[in-house]
């Protein structure tokens, strides 16, 4: 199928109630193409898989569907990051329905960024937009413009943030310049890893235990498929 067949891309305004309105990028998928789960070996280039990528969630959960342009066009957006070995940081927002979560909005917030951080500021811009469609926090998506993909300390603390109020909750983690993974879909354990971040109370880059119950403190998602029939809207507030 020809790919401007996919591209189908629409400019208009976000209304909101706080800030100003701001431009977003709407991509219209065609509604025929299938839908496909991700496993931990997509993402793996060349490589063999390394001994926690069987992984899969520690509970019983509903299932989470991606856009199949939502890993490529926010990589797009960071590109000018990335090359300056910044992070770039991105929110999920997803409605559910049929009881699955469809993510249907990236937002781009103003943010704080080094090689090994990014912090979102101006968090009320983001709960407006959240507010105002009615979506669900379903995760983040960030950057690690010059380290291999994997969580750190800091990142499952935000994890953290996200998971306590939606178990479904993802860590999408891209990682350009990783030759073995370029990108990872994870999530806490549980009660696992959600146990020991319940519990610390460090900031900064620092060493967590092992959960209790021998469990990998991460672990990758079984229940994140592409589905190509979403319609995605990018919201860019830096």
Known sequence: MAASYFLQI?????????????ISCVYNAPHIAEVSRITSADSVQGHSSSSSDGLTASRVLKDVHI???LMDDFLALARDNTEKDLETCGVLGAFLRGGIFHVTTLIIPKQESTSSSCQALYEE????????????PVGWIHTHPSQSCFMSSVDLHTQFSYQVMVPEAIAIVM???DTTRSYGIFRLSDPGGMSILKECQETGHHHHGEPADQSFI???????????????E?????
């Open 175 to 177: 990682a350009p310049t």
């Open 125 to 136: 811009e983001i709960f407006s937009i959240q507010h105002e469609q009615a979506l669900f």
């Open 67 to 69: 856009s199949a342009r």
């Open 218 to 232: 991460y672990e990758h998602c079984s229940n994140v498929y592409v589905n190509p029939n979403i319609r995605l």
């Open 234 to 238: 990018i919201c860019d507030l830096r």
């Open 10 to 22: 629409g400019v208009h305004s976000v209304t909101q109630s706080s800030p100003s309105p701001t």
